[in-house]
């Protein structure tokens, strides 16, 4: 599966939409309408989105690597003992 573009739900859209707007009126003292925080979120998806999450990624990987070796360790712990092949 090959993800080419970021997509929002719609329900996520507007909680996006909802924050901007409400980033603008609180630390911007200005006032913009869901139009303009619509082409905001649409514009930091598509040209800044790829940025996250690739962040996003690395972080899941070094976890996955992390767990990864937990579970070589403990299955190291628990191998046999086997005699060795003399020849």
């Known amino acids: ?3 080419t573009k970021i997509q929002f739900s719609s329900a996520e859209k507007q909680e996006i939409v909802a924050r901007v707007k409400r980033y603008f009126e609180q630390e911007m003292n200005r006032e913009i309408g869901g139009f303009e ?3 905001l979120v649409d ?3 598509e040209e800044l989105g790829g940025y996250f999450y690739n ?3 690395y972080d899941a990987q070094v976890i996955v690597a992390a ?3 937990e579970v ?3 299955l190291a712990e628990i191998e046999k003992p ?3 092949v003399s020849g």
């Open 82 to 84: 086997v005699p060795a």
């Open 72 to 74: 070589s360790d403990a």
């Open 43 to 45: 514009f930091f998806a």
């Open 55 to 57: 962040r996003g990624l």
């Open 37 to 39: 925080a619509e082409f």
């Open 1 to 3: 599966m090959v993800v």
């Open 67 to 69: 767990k990864l070796e």
